[in-house]
T-cell receptor
């Protein structure tokens, strides 16, 4: 079954304790992305990756890191979490990056089921 | 710059009645427009998209959306609502001139009453 898998689904932790949220897709997608969802703000993009070893900042990258060593995995790293990073996080992937023009650049994104992080 | 607005936090409709969820956008060039739906404890699921061509786009689960360039709108519609349509709906836009990825709206919660 084609899917995007995030782990953990829920995490409560304390300020300053490094954590990693894993994301894996089995669709051989080139493009992967991390979003955070906050009430009244919709989804905001944190980081994205166009392909292996190619990552770039989204709209709200501060306090986050990512890596793309393999095509299927795109972990989100919070080196020193703070309470303002309490949020619902989604990983997404698509066959091609949603940049530029044309049909290939507008493939639907597939989303994981989300990770709810609480930073105390 | 690109932006999208969903003016209603919540829409309530009775089962069997038509529903509309509103979305307006702002882009520099031509828009690429999307609707996604989110059910509780799940990620977003793609419903439909407008890239070019016919202004009326048909998507999954009987939903459709109408692109109106003069009003810069892309409202989501369904002729007859089901209780199972109750969910959070997101409109998203992308500008074809830039390198930006999707910008999502703040979401509209659709509540369909039996």
């Amino acid at each position: 079954e084609a899917q995007v898998t995030q782990n953990p689904r829920y995490l409560i932790t304390v300020t300053g304790k490094k954590l990693t949220v894993t994301c894996s897709q089995n669709m051989n997608h080139e493009y992967m992305s991390w979003y955070r969802q906050d009430p009244g703000l919709g989804l905001r993009q944190i980081y994205y990756s166009m392909n292996v070893e190619v990552t770039d900042k989204g709209d709200v990258p501060e306090g986050y890191k990512v890596s793309r060593k393999e095509k299927r995995n795109f972990p989100l790293i919070l080196e020193s979490p703070s309470p303002n990073q309490t949020s619902l996080y989604f990983c997404a992937s698509s066959l091609y990056p949603p940049h530029g023009q044309g049909a290939f650049s507008n493939q639907p994104q597939h989303f994981g089921d989300g990770t709810r992080l609480s930073i105390l | 710059a690109q932006s999208v607005a969903q003016p209603e936090d919540q829409v309530n409709v009775a089962e069997g009645n038509p529903l509309t969820v509103k979305c307006t956008y702002s882009v520099s060039g031509n828009p690429y427009l999307f609707w996604y739906v989110q059910y509780p404890n799940r990620g977003l699921q793609f419903l439909l998209k407008y890239i070019t061509g016919d202004n009326l786009v048909k998507g999954s689960y009987g939903f459709e959306a109408e692109f109106n360039k003069s009003q810069t709108s892309f409202h989501l519609k369904k002729p007859s609502a089901l209780v199972s349509d109750s969910a959070l709906y997101f409109c998203a836009v992308r500008d074809d001139t830039g390198r930006r990825a999707l910008t999502f709206g703040s979401g509209t919660r659709l509540q369909v009453q039996p």
